[in-house]
């Protein structure tokens, strides 16, 4: 069985802890005292997480996820670090891998990204497999409002349908990159992008991710 999704978690509350708990974020409104507050809540809390995908309910997760950020930060990170509870789906070894290594890899670039002087990551080939992996599976719904079609590609020159529609826009880079750029993070994913000059532009500000 992989472990990245532990590894990832490891390095998340490695690079929150360093950051301190005011740091900024790369989501929006958020410092990293919240995004802590986000995973701990999304692993522990279902019942206010479901929030996050659906909108009636996201009242009540904001409300319990503020009541989480108000916890010490300590707190906080160990929780993340240990992990959630017997009782969570993500206690599930299947469940953990399959749903959070993009949840903690995507949210520790969120935090590395924010600061100044950032570096990227260079992944071993078999993490960015992965990472490509869960391109295939899940770039359809992180494109789904995109306004133009979007083609992700790779350097070894595989490709997946992000988004089917005309004008399209090429994207290449690496897995991990591309992963970035289809979450919403276009600014900061190193991606070439290509096609009509006023697609690109409508892709780089487009609403994508979950």
Known sequence: MSTYAKR???LLADLLEAAGPAAPTLCKGWLTRDLAAHVVVRERRSDAAAGILVKPLAARLARVQDEFAAKPYEELLQLIRTGPPRFSPFALKQVDEATNVLEFYVHAEDVRRAQPGWTPRTL????????????????RALARRSPVGLVARIPDGRTAVAHKGTPVVTLTGEPGEVLLYLYGRQQVADVSAEGDPAAVAKAAEASLGL
């Open 8 to 10: 990832e978690r490891l």
């Open 124 to 139: 071993d080939p078999v993490f960015s497999d992965v990472l490509w992996r869960r391109v295939e599976r899940t770039a």
